[in-house]
């Protein structure tokens, strides 16, 4: 996706001097992310965030005298865009009913973090076309209306589905859109034979999917992560 929009401003909070120093250079590698600030004490972290706002915050969780979950939710509605990055598997729950765009466990590595770069990106330029990309479900269709245009999407023409904070991104064979409709809203409106909810963040077309593994699929030729709760459901399936 070419990078024709403004450059996305993000600060990191870590009370790890070294994590933040990986986030500052794998950063460098993407020219869309403009670094406005890295903060160890996550208090000063906090303050810094209301006057820089910026775009993206990346943002420890366990730290001295602040949980990153509950400062998350304090900032929730002023940053577009938070990936928290943590040591604690167990948070991912919260972290995904908060919305975060992205759930990183450390240690952070330059190819998981362009896996993140990237997810921002996507994420940040689909959102600054519309504001309010609209869905309609009809019985085997989606019209999906991006500003004055409508466009049409088979239910079979879909690959997967990922939910992205706010919005749902539906992957096709040709094509990606983002609605401003959350994925469970979805799966209530889809064929229900045709769609299965395989992780907090996917869904997928029974269709597509190539290959059935323990804690992942082939969907197409992506690979989608199944969420533990969903495995012995994705256990019984049959290709």
């Known amino acids: ?97 908060l919305s975060a765009l992205d759930y990183v466990l450390k240690p952070l590595t330059e190819k998981r973090f362009a896996q993140t770069a990237l997810k921002v990106q996507e994420y940040w330029e689909m959102k600054q076309k519309s504001e309010a990309y609209e869905v309609l479900f009809e019985k085997d269709m989606l019209t999906i209306k991006e500003g004055y245009n409508q466009v049409r999407v088979a239910q079979r023409d879909i690959i997967y589905l990922e939910a992205m904070q706010d919005y749902t991104k539906i992957v096709t064979l040709k094509k990606n859109y983002l609605t401003l409709s959350s994925l469970s809203y979805f799966m209530e409106q889809l064929t229900p034979d045709r769609f299965l909810r395989v992780h907090r963040s996917y869904a997928v077309s029974l269709g597509q999917i190539r290959e059935l593994r323990y804690s992942e699929l082939l969907c197409n030729n992506t690979v989608i992560p199944v969420g533990k709760t969903y495995r012995s459901i994705v256990a019984k399936l049959k290709l």
Request: hydrophobic share 40%; glycine share 4%.
């Open 1 to 97: 996706m070419s990078s024709t929009y403004s450059s996305i401003r993000f600060i990191a909070i870590d009370d790890n001097p070294l994590d933040l120093l990986s986030i500052s250079e794998y950063a460098k590698a993407f020219p869309f992310l403009e670094n406005c600030g890295t903060f160890s004490n996550p208090l000063e972290g906090s303050e810094a965030q209301k006057y820089i706002k910026p775009d993206l915050m990346f943002l420890d969780i366990e730290m001295p005298n602040v949980n990153g979950l509950d400062l998350f939710r304090k900032i929730r509605q002023e940053v577009s865009m938070v990936v928290l990055i943590t040591s604690h598997p167990e948070f991912a729950l919260d972290g995904f009913e």
